[in-house]
């Protein structure tokens, strides 16, 4: 496909342009993958002629980094001095890895050019001197990009750039960073009229809509290679009822490692890593070398598993999403994915990941951790062979990023509110971008957008003859360090008593739940924390003891929209059970004999009492995430409807409340305009929206991350931004921040879309009164991560750490004031 | 009376939910570190547009707890203002709060004219940062971590009574941070929120 963009003129080939020269491979070029004993790919051929811009799409060593600099090297056999290519990748070590790789055919080739990093690693003085004299090709991250489009001599900088390279765009599409990098691109355009944009994906459900996200492009697909060899791991023991650790197959995951030369075992959370490469730890026999790679781990640590993986130097890698992108590691030729995949998609990359040989087979097994997932990897297995791949429509372009954008674009100069709207409309993501939007975003970043006009003297942007500058330009340094649209939890490094070098980091929620004594892992040792010193977490470690928590990371994943659809289908219809496991048609038989199951074009609901409580069971089959605020919409109701709710637990699958009376009757409960009507006044108290708007206030520039000074003074300089929200809930409940939060949470963790198509799709309501517990509610009933009724909730935590603290210091408050003396 | 009632320096005092402690020989509330006027100076200074509803939420918060306890004072313990500019700023909407109250300020860092100005009550001082007890003082926005959170929290102990900050927009210091910890090695910390409630101080910074 050909897509114009709108609102440019056609690029006119500048006299000289090197492109025309790029239809066949130069002589030279053509020796050199020769002397390779290569052969050069069709697709990276076809990138070569292309005038357009492109959208590559390959699998895992289908030759995409050459086939995107192909042409760029082209071009620069007789160089101009001045920027020519720009690469961005979402991860600075591909950055790095890439500078390394092209090293090779531009020394073969001869090739006079200038090849350099740029990302946060990089230092000032390489900064500085890249400013005013840019290397031929730059290598960087949309975040170190967008803080060089801040600088007052951007222009000239970018003047001469003829090429931009995204790597995996498939992953940067998925976040704001995408956007982000998207307005960048716009901003280029304008400095580079002519610019060549190339993109380069892995394998994705919609090439199409990622090449409007790019601003139109043609799309260029390399043949999928063979077929992947991928199926269950056959297990000595059936999976368990619930859990999600997987280590009833650490046995059979360990033999399949000795079968293989390098295994990569993807684990879907972080905590579930430590665990498991514990697990392996405790039956190696031998001794392989297996490593643990995940996020929370300290770059060190993360960049002595990847070099020792490139060496050949490991059998096995533990590792999570940290390894999901593209760094060439390697002869993988196994992949196991313990747990669930909830998503096709990403379990068709990270397959990928064995054999980065574009001709075989890639070789990957699936460990369901308990019996729901084994019908949800069986259900994933059917999805891959038919090559039926799911992925979730972008959500409209976010306008905290723009905000963001806006104040940066400030930092160059004085613009034109014009001219910077038609400039924004043409990055993909936010071409139908209103004016109206634009203009409140501007609004915000002028005055702070309030309904009091309480700023009008300390504008942070003022309109000056017709355009938009700081008041301030000192401004301008504080709005570049608060760059980025990654808002991390906050997390706070771990480090050995006595010893700089940090272990890694842990969540600082996680970190304030710890006494001294207790114990936990982190890169695959128990430590036992000893306590807070300036901010970082100090431990020693405990070798041989069993840790008492190893829960350091809660964000999970919710099981995709296809996939999940795909598991009901599977579980309702017995037609279908021939695929399953034996243990698992029974349990499945087993419910239809006692209750229902829940067929596809169902809301399924049981009702049961167990020991004195009533228990609602709702199969939403609507993901994690949106099962929670169901759950919480819920028994709001049945608070106010006196039926006692104590607590709920939800998983990708369902939902689980109990309560202290039974629910009579669920229609009112589940009906749309009940739950929408809910959903207004939960948004606005709860604590997950709260997150939310954090996220939005750093991303738009009301809350700053970065300060100067703030590490040193140890005070915290920002206030909390639970207050901002309240205040502005109160004060200004219109305000566009507020509205960012809002439309945000229809999506992410709050996921309120999926419930109301939940209802929509499935119009028919089953209620089924089971005698007892039911065979599919049972795991339920054994699920972790049950959550008390909320309201209290937080409190209670408070103050049962309270009193325990009390009970152990000896101090006892009766109804006696304590004299606290002088 | 909510709150946590205790004696401190022979006084009987009432640590409230809100941050402010309740005085009742001198029917007098004690706040610290008011700030108001933060919002704006941070935006003239080309800082982060806050939302301008600080002031007001601040001060509607301070009417509510003069309305509970009846005062019949306020004690502002310094930093009451961010700047001049700010203190001309709010002081018609001071003059509705204050209505019948009389007012007795502490100067702070932050408090312009009335830098060092100290009070001295039954024996005990009243002035911005704590310096030789018995002392009751502000400054430092004493925050604790406890259940993932960070609540702000009165200190009481070795000569000392400091105060959270009552102002809407304040950061704050963790109580396990040095100078916090010498000045109370041993005592108790009173959290703010729903309830005020007492834990130990010495257990937590056992380390």
């Given at each position: 496909m050909t897509a114009s963009r709108a609102g440019t003129a056609s690029p006119a080939a500048k006299s000289g342009d090197p492109a025309i020269t790029r239809d066949t491979l130069p002589p030279a070029f053509a020796r050199w993958f020769a002397d390779q004993g290569w052969a050069p790919h069709p697709h990276q051929l076809a990138l070569l002629a292309e005038r357009d811009d492109t959208l590559l799409i390959a699998p895992t060593g289908g030759g995409k980094t050459l086939a995107g600099f192909l042409p760029s090297l082209v071009d620069l056999q007789a160089p101009e001095p001045g920027l020519h290519t720009l690469y961005v990748s979402p991860l600075k070590a591909l950055a790095n890895d890439i500078a390394r790789n092209l090293a090779r055919p531009v020394a073969d080739l001869g090739l006079d050019i200038r090849i350099e990093d740029r990302t946060g690693d990089t230092s000032a003085t390489r900064r500085a001197r890249q400013r005013v004299d840019p290397p031929h090709v730059l290598l960087t991250t949309p975040e170190s990009l967008a803080l060089m489009l801040s600088y007052e001599e951007a222009p000239r900088i970018f003047a001469t750039l003829r090429r931009v390279v995204i790597d995996e765009i498939h992953a940067l599409a998925e976040s704001k960073r995408g956007d982000q990098l998207m307005l960048g691109l716009a901003r280029l355009r304008s400095l580079a009229p002519g610019l060549q944009v190339a993109g380069l994906s892995a394998t994705v459900e919609d090439p199409a809509a990622l090449a409007r996200f790019m601003g139109g492009a043609r799309v260029i697909e390399a043949p999928p290679g063979p077929a992947p060899d991928i199926a269950m791991l056959p297990t000595s023991a059936p999976a368990p009822w619930a859990g999600g650790g997987g280590h009833y197959a650490a046995a059979d995951v360990m033999e399949a490692i000795r079968g293989a030369r390098l295994t990569l075992v993807f684990i879907n959370t972080r905590a579930q890593a430590e665990l498991f490469f514990q697990a392996l730890w405790a039956i190696n026999d031998e001794n392989l070398p297996i490593g643990l790679h995940h996020g929370s781990l300290s770059r060190e640590a993360r960049a002595k598993a990847e070099?020792?993986?490139?060496?050949?130097?490991?059998?096995?890698?533990?590792?999570?999403?940290?390894?999901?992108?593209?760094?060439?590691?390697?002869?993988?030729?196994?992949?196991?994915?313990?747990?669930?995949?909830?998503?096709?998609?990403?379990?068709?990359?990270?397959?990928?990941?064995?054999?980065?040989?574009?001709?075989?087979?890639?070789?990957?097994?699936?460990?369901?951790?308990?019996?729901?997932?084994?019908?949800?990897?069986?259900?994933?297995?059917?999805?891959?062979?038919?090559?039926?791949?799911?992925?979730?429509?972008?959500?409209?372009?976010?306008?905290?990023?723009?905000?963001?954008?806006?104040?940066?674009?400030?930092?160059?100069?004085?613009?034109?509110a014009d001219a910077l709207y038609s400039e924004v409309r043409r990055a993909g993501p936010y071409a139908a971008l209103s004016r109206?939007?634009?203009?409140?975003?501007?609004?915000?970043?002028?005055?702070?957008?309030?309904?009091?006009?309480?700023?009008?003297?300390?504008?942070?942007?003022?309109?000056?003859?017709?355009?938009?500058?700081?008041?301030?330009?000192?401004?301008?340094?504080?709005?570049?360090?608060?760059?980025?649209?990654?808002?991390?939890?906050?997390?706070?490094?771990?480090?050995?008593?006595?010893?700089?070098?940090?272990?890694?980091?842990?969540?600082?929620?996680?970190?304030?739940?710890?006494?001294?004594?207790?114990?936990?892992?982190?890169?695959?040792?128990?430590?036992r924390y000893e306590g807070l010193r300036e901010m970082v977490v100090e431990v020693t470690p405990q070798p041989a003891r069993q840790p008492k928590i190893a829960v350091f990371n809660g964000i999970k994943m919710a099981t995709s929209v296809q996939l999940s659809a795909r598991v009901q289908a599977l579980l309702g219809d017995p037609a279908q059970w021939d695929a399953l496991p034996a243990e698992v048609r029974e349990w499945l038989d087993l419910q239809r004999r006692i209750s229902v199951l829940p067929e596809p074009g169902t809301l399924t609901c049981e009702t049961f009492l167990r020991a004195g409580r009533a228990y609602f069971c709702i199969y939403g089959f609507a993901g994690r995430n949106a099962h929670q605020t169901l759950a919480?919409?819920?028994?709001?109701?049945?608070?106010?409807?006196?039926?006692?709710?104590?607590?709920?637990?939800?998983?990708?699958?369902?939902?689980?409340?109990?309560?202290?009376?039974?629910?009579?009757?669920?229609?009112?409960?589940?009906?749309?305009?009940?739950?929408?009507?809910?959903?207004?006044?939960?948004?606005?108290?709860?604590?997950?929206?709260?997150?939310?708007?954090?996220a939005v206030a750093q991303v738009a520039g009301l809350l700053q991350r970065n300060l100067p000074g703030q590490r040193k003074s140890g005070k915290q300089a920002t206030f909390s931004s639970d207050i901002l929200y309240d205040t502005l809930r109160r004060f200004d409940p219109g305000h566009l921040l507020l509205r960012i939060t809002r439309d945000a949470a229809r999506h992410g963790l709050v996921d309120f879309d999926r419930i109301e198509a939940m209802v929509s799709d499935r119009p028919r309501l089953v209620h089924a009164r089971a005698p007892h517990v039911t065979p599919l509610a049972a795991p339920l009933l054994l699920e972790a991560g049950r959550i008390p009724i909320r309201g209290l909730g937080e409190d209670r935590l408070i103050e049962a750490e309270a009193a325990r603290m009390m009970a152990e210091a000896g101090l006892y408050f009766g109804d006696g004031a304590p004299d606290m003396g002088a | 009376m909510s709150g946590f009632p205790f004696r401190f320096a022979g006084q009987a005092f009432t640590a409230r939910p809100s941050g402010a402690l309740w005085w009742g020989a001198e029917a007098a509330l004690v706040v610290a570190d008011l700030h108001l006027g933060k919002a704006e100076r941070m935006a003239r200074r080309g800082g982060a547009l806050l939302p301008p509803y600080e002031v007001q939420a601040t001060l509607e918060r301070l009417g509510a707890e003069l309305a509970a306890t009846g005062a019949r004072r306020l004690i502002a313990l310094g930093d009451s203002f961010d700047d001049d500019a700010a203190r001309d700023g709010v002081a018609a909407a001071l003059e509705g709060v204050f209505a019948g109250v009389e007012v007795l300020w502490v100067g702070g860092n932050h408090d312009p004219g009335t830098a060092g100005?100290?009070?001295?009550?039954?024996?005990?001082?009243?002035?911005?940062?704590?310096?030789?007890?018995?002392?009751?003082?502000?400054?430092?926005?004493?925050?604790?971590?406890?259940?993932?959170?960070?609540?702000?929290?009165?200190?009481?102990?070795?000569?000392?009574?400091?105060?959270?900050?009552?102002?809407?927009?304040?950061?704050?210091?963790?109580?396990?941070?040095?100078?916090?910890?010498?000045?109370?090695?041993?005592?108790?910390?009173?959290?703010?929120?729903?309830?005020?409630?007492?834990?130990?101080?010495?257990?937590?910074?056992?380390?």
């Open positions: 070099a020792a993986m490139a060496s050949g130097a490991l059998r096995a890698l533990v590792c999570t999403g940290s390894l999901d992108l593209g760094i060439d590691w390697g002869d993988v030729d196994l992949v196991i994915q313990i747990g669930a995949p909830h998503n096709v998609k990403r379990l068709v990359q990270r397959i990928g990941r064995a054999n980065h040989r574009y001709d075989s087979p890639s070789r990957a097994r699936m460990v369901p951790a308990n019996r729901f997932e084994v019908v949800e990897c069986v259900a994933a297995l059917q999805a891959v062979a038919e090559n039926d791949l799911d992925g979730t429509p972008r959500a409209d372009a976010p306008l905290d990023v723009l905000c963001q954008h806006i104040l940066l674009t400030a930092c160059v100069g004085p613009f034109d109206a939007d634009f203009d409140a975003c501007l609004d915000f970043c002028a005055t702070g957008g309030y309904a009091l006009r309480a700023y009008d003297r300390w504008q942070r942007l003022l309109l000056r003859e017709g355009r938009w500058q700081l008041r301030d330009p000192r401004a301008a340094r504080m709005i570049r360090m608060n760059i980025g649209t990654i808002t991390d939890p906050e997390t706070m490094k771990v480090r050995r008593r006595g010893n700089r070098v940090p272990l890694g980091e842990i969540e600082e929620s996680f970190a304030a739940s710890l006494t001294p004594g207790d114990t936990f892992l982190i890169g695959g040792q128990t430590v919480l919409l819920v028994t709001r109701r049945m608070e106010e409807a006196g039926l006692g709710p104590l607590g709920f637990v939800a998983t990708d699958y369902a939902v689980l409340i109990w309560s202290l009376d039974p629910v009579a009757d669920p229609a009112p409960l589940l009906a749309a305009e009940n739950l929408r009507a809910g959903f207004d006044d939960w948004l606005a108290e709860n604590a997950v929206m709260k997150r939310s708007f954090r | 100005a100290e009070a001295m009550l039954h024996g005990i001082a009243l002035r911005h940062i704590a310096a030789e007890g018995p002392d009751i003082s502000g400054h430092y926005h004493p925050k604790l971590r406890i259940a993932g959170r960070r609540v702000p929290v009165f200190l009481i102990g070795g000569g000392h009574l400091i105060l959270p900050a009552f102002g809407t927009y304040t950061g704050g210091l963790d109580t396990d941070a040095p100078v916090l910890r010498n000045l109370i090695p041993e005592g108790l910390a009173v959290l703010t929120g729903r309830t005020a409630r007492p834990i130990p101080l010495g257990s937590r910074r056992r380390a």
